[in-house]
């Protein structure tokens, strides 16, 4: 039974190879289909689509005529340009109004000469609940002494803006 399948171990020609040679042949196949350069794939094909409008509408253009171009005269372009310069020396002209006043005007020397705006110090944040606190026992005293003018549901602003 042996000789009539070669690959179970019986004798013959090309066949009886041991498996030492058949494993040298697949290394050196191996070898060789690694050495020879992939093929290259075919490039895609381009597809070509038609659209629903040429479909359905086949009489029909796919966009609207381009308008006709006109010719601008000499007169038209120099008033453009000219427009154009106006624009942007009147841009410079307020960059460097606006870069001047700023380096007008100089920094205050001390925070008290600032009129603007009155600025708080809390040293203690202890201070600065019991000035809260302070401050919403005064506003419930004049909301409760005063009429309320139609302002039910009102909601509070700010107790610390006056």
């Known amino acids: ?22 494993a040298r042949d697949r290394e ?11 093929p290259l794939p075919a490039p ?30 000499a007169a038209a372009r120099a008033g453009a340009a000219a427009g154009a310069a ?7 002209a307020k ?4 870069s001047s ?9 001390s925070w008290e000469e600032e009129e603007e705006e009155e600025l708080v110090v809390i040293h203690n944040p202890l201070d600065a609940v019991a000035m ?3 401050a919403n026992a005064a506003r419930k005293n004049t909301k409760a002494t005063s009429k309320q003018g139609g302002r039910k549901g ?6 610390w803006a006056k």
Do not use: C, H, M
């Not at 050196?28 to 992939?38: D, H, M, V």
């Not at 106006?86 to 410079?92: L, S, V």
């Not at 006043?101 to 020397?109: S, V």
């Open 1 to 22: 039974a042996a000789a009539e399948f070669p690959t179970l171990g019986g004798s013959g020609g090309a066949a009886s190879s041991s498996w030492a040679t058949q």
């Open 28 to 38: 050196r196949s191996a070898a060789e289909a690694a050495a020879r350069p992939a």
């Open 44 to 73: 895609p094909k381009k597809k070509t689509f038609e659209g629903i409008a040429e479909d359905y509408f086949p009489g029909l253009p796919s966009a609207a005529p381009a308008a006709p171009r006109q010719a601008t005269s």
């Open 86 to 92: 106006a624009k942007a020396k009147a841009g410079y």
């Open 95 to 98: 960059a460097a109004a606006a």
């Open 101 to 109: 006043q700023q380096r007008a005007a100089p920094p205050p020397d």
């Open 132 to 134: 809260s606190e302070a």
């Open 154 to 159: 009102a909601v509070a602003v700010n107790s």
